[in-house]
């Protein structure tokens, strides 16, 4: 069985490293699905889920990125996140509380800057939401 060795990391620390069947991920055009054997690839990553299908066990694993550039070789997989988090480190009440706080921050942006980073928070902490009830309905 042909395999992708996959590197996620942040600026923070390496978040997965391992063998994998196969990689899906939010990519600037839409959702990538990578097979071992992949054509070469450098892209830049939205807010969302990187799925990994483990080798070793067959199991998903599945880590938030809040954006990042992916690197695909024939052979590996390199995801560079802004950040990233372990799908099982995920908190949905404290997400659900900083998509609050960014929606208050865009209303009463009093800059086309501050409504633009309020904005920009608010979009990573949907993503957020949106991979973590991914996550639960599995």
Same mark, same amino acid.
């Not at 990578?34 to 969302?48: D, E």
């Given at each position: 069985?042909?395999?992708?060795?996959?590197?996620?990391?942040?600026?923070? !620390?390496?978040?997965?490293? +391992? &063998?994998?069947? =196969? *990689?899906?991920?939010? $990519?600037?055009?839409? %959702?990538?699905?990578?097979?071992?054997?992949?054509?070469?690839?450098?892209?830049?990553?939205?807010?969302?889920?990187?799925?990994? !299908?483990?080798?070793?066990? +067959? &199991?998903?694993? =599945? *880590?938030?990125?809040? $954006?990042?550039?992916? %690197?695909?070789?024939?052979?590996?997989?390199?995801?560079?996140?802004?950040?990233?988090?372990?799908?099982?480190?995920?908190?949905?009440?404290?997400?659900?509380?900083?998509?609050?706080?960014?929606?208050?921050?865009?209303?009463?942006?009093?800059?086309?800057?501050?409504?633009?980073?309020?904005?920009?928070?608010?979009?990573?902490?949907?993503?957020?939401?949106?991979?973590?009830?991914?996550?639960?309905?599995?």
């Amino acid at each position: 069985m042909a395999t992708i060795h996959v590197d996620v990391v942040s600026a923070e !620390e390496s978040i997965f490293s +391992g &063998e994998a069947k =196969f *990689v899906a991920l939010p $990519g600037e055009a839409g %959702e990538l699905g990578i097979l071992p054997q992949h054509t070469p690839l450098i892209t830049r990553i939205k807010p969302g889920a990187v799925r990994i !299908e483990r080798a070793d066990t +067959g &199991e998903e694993e =599945f *880590v938030f990125v809040a $954006g990042g550039i992916l %690197e695909v070789q024939p052979n590996a997989v390199t995801v560079l996140a802004d950040t990233a988090i372990r799908g099982k480190d995920l908190d949905e009440a404290k997400a659900a509380e900083a998509k609050r706080l960014a929606e208050e921050a865009m209303k009463n942006a009093k800059s086309d800057i501050d409504f633009a980073r309020a904005q920009s928070e608010f979009a990573v902490m949907a993503a957020q939401l949106a991979a973590l009830r991914r996550l639960r309905r599995k």
